[in-house]
C-alpha cells in the first residue's frame, strides 16, 4: 500500500540554551487601491529564547531602486500584533516550541511619478541574530566571537507601479502561516508551503541559501542596498545538502516541501518565491524558517484505507480506484465505500484506541470536495475495529475531457504529526444527456463590400432541449465599433436566439488604414445542467475593397535620378550643402506634408537650415535644405570623417480613407576634414661673414655674435587667413642649453618675422672644453580648423673657442738699442713682409689662457720691466749690455727665456 504523509506547514523555535531571537519571516506587499498598499512584515519571534529587549517596537525598512540601487525612501513599521503560533496536533505540544508572530505594518503611497522605473524596486530590512545553536550553519554569538554571527535581511522585490503609462497592479503573494510543528528522525515530513497571489500570478518555488547581514549590530544604524552576503554553510550542509535527510528537503513546483530528517538539531533554510506575469518576473519574496528534528515522536504504524463499490462484497482496492458512473445512475448509487482501520488501536501504548479521520483532496484539478464527504468524518477505533464512510458524488463531472482524481486520505492522531494513508479514485462520470445548440442560419458567409457600401447578415439559433441560451461575438482581434460593424441581437427566448451582423464600409468614418479583411464569429451556448462547454459557431468573412491612390514621390536635385531614394555626398568643413527636395502626387493631387525626420542630424543643429518643414500643399511641396558646416559644428579631431543623414519624407494621408502613403529620401553626408596649406618657416643667416652655415650647422667663434631672421608664411585665406604662431620650441646644449640669446615669439597672419640673436662668451666653455653644440627648433604654427598644420626648422649651433696655440710661438731673444731703428725695443711680434705691418706673436687670448704680464730681470733677479699689455716694448736705454731674463705669464701657463742686449 503507498503511504501518503497529510499537509501541513512547520516553523520551529530552537533547541534549549543560550540563542537570540529571530525565527525567521517575510515581507508582504499589498493593493489596496489606487497606488495605496499595506506594508507587512511578519518576523517568527523565539519566545524561548528571545531576551524580552530584543522584540522591536518598530522596524525602519529601505526601499531601493533595482536598477542602480538608489534608496528612494525609508519607512518605518510599527508593531500592530502578537499571536501565538499553532501546532497541527495541540496534545503533542510539550513545550519543546514557542513561537510568536510578530506582525508589523504600515499603510504606503507609492506614486506613479516616482516608482516606475521597468526594473522595479526592492525592500530590505537587517536584523542580528538568528538562534546560536543553529545545526547547519555558523551561527556564533557575537559577544563571544569576532565572526560566525548570523543575522536575516529581510528582502521583497516589487515591479513599478505602471506600465507603458497603465497603472501596474501587483500584490506580492501571500504564504501559508506556519504551524509550530517538530520532526523526528527517519520520520518522513511532509508540508504544503503554497501561497496566495491575489492577482493571479503564476508562482514558482525554489530553496535557496539565507541572507544574512553586514554587521553583527543587532540593527545597523545606516541600511545599506545588496548585495547582501549568504550565512555560512557548516559542513558538510549547503544548499543541495540543507539538513542531510534522505531524501533531504526539497520543494515542488506548488510549493509542497519533503524531507526525512537523519539526525537531531535545529536547521535553518529559505525559500524564495517568484512572481510572473506574463511569463516575465515581476516580484520576489523570500522568507527564512528554522525546524527542529527531536526524537520525541512515539512509535506510531499509519492508518489504512481500503475501497469498494456498491456492489461489491468486500473491500479490495487499495491505493488507487477506477469508477464510471452513466448518466442513468441514481444520486445514491453515484457513490463509493471506504474503510478505514489502524493497528494502532490494538496496541496497548495507545490504550487500545486510535481517532482516525478522512479528507478529500483534488489531485489534477481545483475544488472545495467537503460536499462528497458524509457529515461526520471522524471516528474513534477500539480493539482493531474499522469504520466505514460513503463517498458520493455528483452527477455532473469535475473534468470534462479527461478523468479527475480525487485522493481520499486517512489520518491518524500521531505526534508530532498525523500519519495518513490515501486512495486515489479516477472517478468518471457521465453527464446527462444534451443536445448542441445549432445554426439554422446562415451558412458559412464570406462577403465582400465596396467602400462606401452597407449591408447585414442575419442569424437565428436554435436548442432542441429548449435551454436557455447565451449568444456573443467574437472577433480576430479587432473591436467591431472600430470597424464600422455593429452585432445586433433582435429576439432571444429558451431555445431560440436570432439577430444580425451589420456593416457600414465607410472609410472617412472608420479607420481601414491597418487591416481590411475582418472576421466575426457569433457564438451560441446553451445553458445546460453541467455547463458543459459545446457552443455553436457561426463565422462571417468580411472584406472591403478601398478607392485606389498614387504613391507620393520624393526626390532631389542632387541626382538626377528620381528612382533613387539614398544619396551620398560629401563636403569639407567650411563648405556648404545646399539642395532642394520636392515631393511630388501629380495624379491625385492629394494634400502633402514634407517634412524632415530621423538622422542624426537635427534640423536645430547651428547651422542647419530647413526651410518651412514640415511644408504642406496639393500635388507638389518642396523645401530647401542648407548646412553652412562651420568649423565648431563638427568635430574631428580624432577622426578622418563623421557621417550624418538627412531624411525627408512626404506623406500623402489625408485622402478619403485616410490611407498612409508615404516616399523617403535619404541624404547621406560624410564631412571631411578642411583643405588645409602647410606654412613654411625660413631662416636668414645675417652674419655670413663672421660664421659659416652648412647643412643646418651654423659654425662660429667665441666672441662672434650670431644674428639670424625667421619669416613664416602661410598661403591659405579661406574661410579667412590663419593666424600664424612662430615660436622657439626647443633648445638644447651637448652640456647645458643656451643661455643669454634673445628671442621673441609673434603671432599673427602671415606675414611673420622675428630674430634670433646671440653672442656666445666664455662661460659656456667653464667647464674647460674649446668647442660646444647647440640645438634650435623654431616652429612655426596655424590655427586651421582641425586640420592645423606646422613647419619646423632645426638649426644646430658650434661655437669654438679663440685658437690660444703656442705651437708656432717663439719668443725673440736679441734687442739692440743703438738707435738704427732695428731692434731698438723688445717686443712680441713680427713683420708681415706682403703688409710691411706688425703683428703680435704672442698666442691668443682665449677662455681658457689669457696673457697676464711680462717680467724682465737680471741675473741677480732684479726685475727691470714690468707690463699687463699684450703689446708692450721694452727699450733698454743704458742697460748695460749682455744676458737677462724674461717670464710672460698666462692664466694656464708660463714661458721662460733669455735675451741678449748689445749696442
Not at 566571537?145 to 515591479?159: D, I, N, V
Not at 458520493?392 to 481520499?408: N, Q, R, T, V
Not at 532642394?580 to 536645430?604: C, E, H, I, M
Not at 721694452?874 to 714661458?895: C, H, L, M, N, Q
Amino acid at each position: 500500500m503507498k503511504k501518503y504523509l497529510i499537509p501541513f506547514l512547520f516553523l520551529l523555535a530552537p533547541l534549549a540554551g543560550s540563542a537570540s531571537h529571530i525565527v525567521g519571516g517575510e515581507f508582504e506587499l499589498i493593493h489596496l487601491n489606487g497606488f495605496q498598499y499595506r506594508l507587512n512584515l511578519v518576523l517568527y519571534f523565539d519566545q524561548l529564547n528571545g531576551q524580552p529587549g530584543a522584540l522591536d517596537q518598530f522596524v525602519n525598512a529601505s526601499i531601493f531602486r533595482s536598477a542602480d540601487n538608489v534608496r528612494m525612501l525609508t519607512i518605518q513599521l510599527p508593531l500592530d500584533s502578537s499571536s501565538l503560533v499553532n501546532y497541527t496536533q495541540p496534545s503533542c505540544s510539550h513545550g519543546e516550541l514557542v513561537t510568536n508572530r510578530l506582525y508589523y505594518t504600515v499603510l504606503l503611497t507609492l506614486s506613479p511619478d516616482t516608482y516606475n522605473h521597468p526594473d522595479g524596486y526592492y525592500i530590505s530590512w537587517e536584523r542580528c541574530c538568528r538562534n546560536y545553536n543553529i545545526s547547519n550553519i555558523f551561527s556564533n554569538d557575537p559577544a563571544n566571537s569576532a565572526t560566525g554571527y548570523a543575522g536575516q535581511t529581510f528582502y521583497l522585490e516589487f515591479p513599478a507601479v505602471v506600465k507603458d503609462g497603465q497603472p501596474f497592479v501587483d500584490s506580492t503573494p501571500r504564504l501559508f502561516p506556519p504551524l509550530n510543528d517538530y520532526a523526528c528522525p527517519f520520520r518522513p515530513y511532509y508540508t504544503d508551503f503554497g501561497g496566495i497571489d491575489d492577482d493571479g500570478d503564476s508562482l514558482v518555488y525554489s530553496l535557496v541559501t539565507p541572507l544574512n547581514t553586514r554587521s553583527s549590530i543587532a540593527i545597523p544604524a545606516t541600511p545599506g542596498p545588496r548585495p547582501y552576503p549568504n550565512v555560512t554553510w557548516r559542513p558538510p550542509y549547503g544548499p543541495t545538502n540543507i539538513l542531510n535527510g534522505n531524501p533531504d528537503l526539497r520543494i515542488s513546483r506548488d510549493g509542497f516541501l519533503t524531507v526525512t530528517p537523519t539526525s537531531q538539531g535545529l536547521f535553518v533554510f529559505a525559500v524564495k518565491v517568484e512572481e510572473f506575469r506574463d511569463g516575465v518576473k515581476i516580484g520576489e519574496t523570500r522568507r527564512d524558517f528554522q525546524m527542529l528534528v527531536v526524537d520525541a515522536c512515539p512509535v506510531a504504524v499509519a492508518p489504512q484505507i481500503k475501497g469498494k463499490k456498491l456492489s461489491d462484497a468486500s473491500y479490495t482496492y487499495d491505493g488507487s480506484m477506477n469508477v464510471f458512473f452513466t448518466s442513468a445512475t441514481t444520486d445514491a448509487n453515484r457513490c463509493v465505500n471506504v474503510q478505514v482501520s489502524d493497528p494502532d488501536s490494538e496496541s496497548i501504548q495507545d490504550n487500545f484506541q486510535e481517532r482516525v479521520k478522512i479528507k478529500a483532496v483534488a489531485l489534477n484539478f481545483k475544488a472545495d470536495l467537503t460536499s462528497i464527504l458524509p457529515t461526520e468524518t471522524s471516528a474513534t477505533l477500539s480493539n482493531g475495529s474499522t469504520v466505514d464512510y460513503t463517498v458520493c458524488f455528483p452527477k455532473c463531472p469535475y473534468l470534462f475531457g479527461g478523468s479527475p482524481e480525487i485522493a481520499i486520505v486517512a489520518m491518524d492522531d500521531a505526534c508530532s504529526l498525523p500519519l495518513t494513508d490515501t486512495l486515489k479514485l479516477i472517478v468518471d462520470v457521465e453527464p446527462p444527456p444534451n443536445s448542441k445548440p445549432r445554426f439554422t442560419s446562415p451558412n458559412p458567409t464570406n462577403a465582400t463590400l465596396n467602400e462606401g457600401d452597407q449591408q447585414a447578415w442575419p442569424y437565428s439559433a436554435v436548442d432542441d432541449d429548449g435551454d436557455p441560451l447565451v449568444v456573443s461575438v467574437l472577433t480576430n482581434g479587432f473591436v467591431l465599433a472600430t470597424a464600422g460593424i455593429q452585432f445586433n441581437p433582435i429576439s432571444q427566448t429558451n431555445g431560440a436566439a436570432n439577430g444580425e451582423v451589420k456593416w457600414d464600409a465607410y472609410c472617412d468614418i472608420y479607420d481601414f488604414t491597418q487591416r481590411t479583411a475582418f472576421q466575426v464569429t457569433i457564438q451560441v451556448e446553451d445553458q445546460d445542467l453541467c455547463h458543459i462547454p459545446n457552443p455553436a459557431k457561426a463565422v462571417y468573412n468580411l472584406n472591403v475593397i478601398l478607392p485606389g491612390n498614387a504613391d507620393p514621390i520624393i526626390d532631389s536635385d542632387l541626382t538626377g535620378n528620381p528612382a533613387e531614394r539614398k544619396v551620398a555626398v560629401s563636403r569639407r568643413i567650411n563648405q556648404a550643402l545646399n539642395f532642394t527636395v520636392t515631393g511630388k502626387d501629380l495624379t491625385d493631387n492629394d494634400f502633402l506634408v514634407l517634412s524632415a525626420s530621423g538622422g542624426p542630424v537635427d534640423p536645430l543643429l547651428p547651422g542647419v537650415s530647413i526651410a518651412n518643414s514640415p511644408i504642406s500643399g496639393n500635388g507638389t511641396v518642396s523645401t530647401q535644405a542648407s548646412w553652412s558646416i562651420a568649423c565648431d559644428d563638427v568635430d574631428l579631431t580624432h577622426k578622418e570623417k563623421e557621417e550624418y543623414s538627412f531624411r525627408f519624407i512626404v506623406v500623402d494621408n489625408a485622402n478619403k480613407c485616410r490611407i498612409y502613403k508615404a516616399d523617403t529620401l535619404d541624404v547621406d553626408l560624410t564631412v571631411l576634414p578642411p583643405l588645409n596649406q602647410r606654412p613654411a618657416l625660413s631662416v636668414i643667416n645675417n652674419n655670413v661673414s663672421e660664421t659659416s652655415l652648412s647643412q643646418d650647422v651654423l659654425t662660429l667663434t667665441r666672441g662672434a655674435a650670431i644674428n639670424l631672421t625667421l619669416l613664416g608664411t602661410d598661403t591659405d585665406v579661406v574661410p579667412a587667413k590663419d593666424k600664424l604662431k612662430l615660436q622657439l620650441a626647443d633648445q638644447k646644449g651637448n652640456v647645458l642649453p643656451p643661455a643669454g640669446y634673445t628671442f621673441v615669439p609673434v603671432e599673427g597672419e602671415s606675414a611673420l618675422q622675428t630674430s634670433f640673436t646671440w653672442t656666445p662668451d666664455c662661460s659656456i666653455f667653464r667647464d674647460g672644453s674649446s668647442e660646444k653644440e647647440y640645438t634650435l627648433s623654431f616652429e612655426l604654427l596655424d590655427d586651421h580648423c582641425q586640420t592645423a598644420l606646422k613647419d619646423s626648422v632645426t638649426v644646430t649651433l658650434r661655437v669654438k673657442d679663440i685658437d690660444g696655440s703656442d705651437k708656432q710661438f717663439m719668443p725673440p731673444n736679441f734687442v739692440s738699442p743703438n738707435g738704427d731703428n732695428q731692434n731698438d725695443y723688445y717686443a712680441m711680434e713680427r713683420l708681415i713682409p706682403e703688409t710691411n705691418e706688425l703683428e703680435n706673436i704672442l698666442p691668443l687670448d682665449n677662455c681658457q689662457s689669457r696673457f697676464e704680464y711680462v717680467r724682465i730681470y737680471n741675473r741677480w733677479g732684479k726685475e727691470l720691466f714690468r707690463s699687463t699689455d699684450r703689446d708692450f716694448k721694452w727699450f733698454p736705454g743704458d742697460t748695460a749690455p749682455g744676458v737677462y731674463y724674461y717670464s710672460i705669464k698666462f692664466t694656464s701657463k708660463e714661458y721662460k727665456g733669455s735675451l741678449t742686449v748689445m749696442y
